[in-house]
């Protein structure tokens, strides 16, 4: 296991530094109070497309394709893409600069891999460019959706169509202007085997009989411009050729997804619980309670110890996770990608509650990044997967790994 970074990702790792710091941290006040202004619910801040196309000028542009794509990606590993999204991650809309964002990384390495050459043109390609945008309808409200077998979304074949009924919420992406499709997992075959009865297909926004109810908050924040949807789906008719690889290939493909989606998700994370750290670290040395600097306080050093600790525990862990998806495939790095997404989310939001105790007023205003990070970490315990089903399906293959074992 080496986790020395090639040249090709040292050298992203830098012109990234330099467009981060020159570009987008000095937009970032401006683009936060846009988009917490209720005026300017569900639209796009102004110099986002010119930050885009200089971005994709830079060369810095869907990076975490992990295969060469033509000229749309640098085919990157997930190990060399990993340093790049906690980069990415330490800025809350610094992704979309990319055409690194979620669900559309997902839902591109989706079509990327199971696409026909039909949907790869007419959808992969768009998201490609960064022309439009994707959502992901897979939780639904009425049924327990830590256990994906649940949905009673239907996909029902009617002469050379599939109608599609449902609800879904927690869509991540579609309020978005530029969201012009999602993928859809709902049930082909209620009668299959358990882990076939599911099927995943697009469908266009416009189709009539999709109908976004509302948007959802997360501990209040909207997370306009993106947003989380929930939407209902009332004999939505689309054609048998939208559907993605094949019936009851639903539970496959979303293994594919998730997989380098849970690295993604947790090195911008990490990237979190970084610019937390360096933020509750500069602080300590600029305020003076009672007559002593902060960073004096032996718990405060101790607070911040513990945090570089913790971070650089867990970014190893994800290193090691992004390895083992390259060399032998997200099915066989299953432990490793359970412990990040038990491991990650928690120690980021631990770090990032140390950094709103030390910041005090600041770090719960609109001032400091801290309290919308906060949000997204805490919520990532929920998403791809609550803690309780990986702490659980970890316990079992442990137990089966070591249960036999002599003493």
Same mark, same amino acid.
């Not at 600097?293 to 970014?315: M, N, P, V």
């Not at 805490?378 to 309780?388: I, K, Q, T």
């Given at each position: ?64 394709? &992990? ?34 964002? &979620? ?22 390609? &768009? ?38 009924? %449902? ?41 009539? /009989? ?16 993106? %947003? ?21 290939? %639903? ?24 610019? @937390? ?50 060399? +032998? ?8 990608? @359970?412990?990040?997404?038990?491991? +990650? ?14 910041? /005090?007023?600041?770090? +719960? ?26 702490? @659980?399906?970890?316990?079992? @293959?442990?137990?089966?790994?070591? /249960?036999?074992?002599?003493?």
């Amino acid at each position: 296991m080496n986790f020395q970074y090639t040249e090709k990702s040292l050298e992203l790792q830098s012109r990234l530094k330099d467009f981060l710091k020159k570009q987008i941290l000095p937009a970032d006040e401006e683009v936060e109070a846009f988009d917490r202004d209720p005026a300017n619910l569900w639209i796009k801040w102004p110099g986002l497309e010119k930050l885009k196309d200089a971005a994709r000028k830079e060369g810095l542009w869907n990076l975490f394709l &992990p295969r060469d794509y033509g000229d749309f990606s640098p085919g990157l590993t997930n190990l060399e893409y990993a340093p790049l999204a906690e980069l990415m991650g330490r800025t809350r809309w610094a992704s979309e600069v990319f055409n690194c964002s &979620p669900p559309d990384t997902g839902n591109m390495e989706v079509l990327a891999r199971y696409g026909s050459p039909e949907q790869q043109k007419k959808w992969l390609e &768009p998201l490609l460019e960064g022309k439009i945008r994707s959502a992901f309808l897979m939780t639904e409200p009425e049924v327990a959706s830590s256990d994906a077998t649940n949905m009673e979304t239907s996909i029902v074949p009617d002469q050379g169509d599939y109608l599609i009924n %449902g609800r879904k919420w927690w869509s991540s992406g579609a309020m978005d202007p530029n969201c012009k499709i999602a993928i859809v997992m709902g049930k082909t075959d209620f009668d299959a085997p358990r882990h076939q009865q599911h099927s995943m297909i697009l469908v266009p926004m416009d189709t009539p /009989g999709l109908q976004i109810i509302r948007p959802l908050s997360v501990f209040g924040y909207l997370d306009s411009p993106e %947003g989380h949807a929930e939407i209902v789906l009332e004999s939505v008719r689309v054609p048998k050729s939208n559907l993605i690889l094949g019936e009851g290939k %639903g539970f496959e493909i979303a293994q594919g997804r998730l997989g380098p989606g849970r690295i993604h998700h947790c090195m911008r994370l990490i990237g979190m619980a970084q610019r @937390s750290l360096e933020l509750m670290s500069a602080r300590a040395t600029s305020r003076s309670p009672f007559g002593r600097s902060l960073d004096t306080y032996s718990s405060i050093r101790q607070e911040i110890s513990r945090s570089a600790c913790e971070i650089e525990q867990a970014r190893l862990l994800v290193l090691s996770a992004a390895d083992r998806i390259d060399r +032998v495939g997200s099915k066989s790095a299953k432990e490793l990608i @359970s412990m990040i997404k038990i491991v +990650v989310p928690a120690m980021a939001a631990n770090v990032i509650d140390r950094a709103i105790q030390i910041m /005090g007023g600041k770090g +719960v205003s609109g001032d400091s990044p801290l309290a919308h990070f906060y949000a997204a970490a805490r919520s990532l315990r929920l998403a791809d997967g609550p803690d309780e089903v990986h702490l @659980s399906q970890l316990g079992k @293959s442990t137990i089966r790994k070591y /249960g036999q074992a002599n003493d």
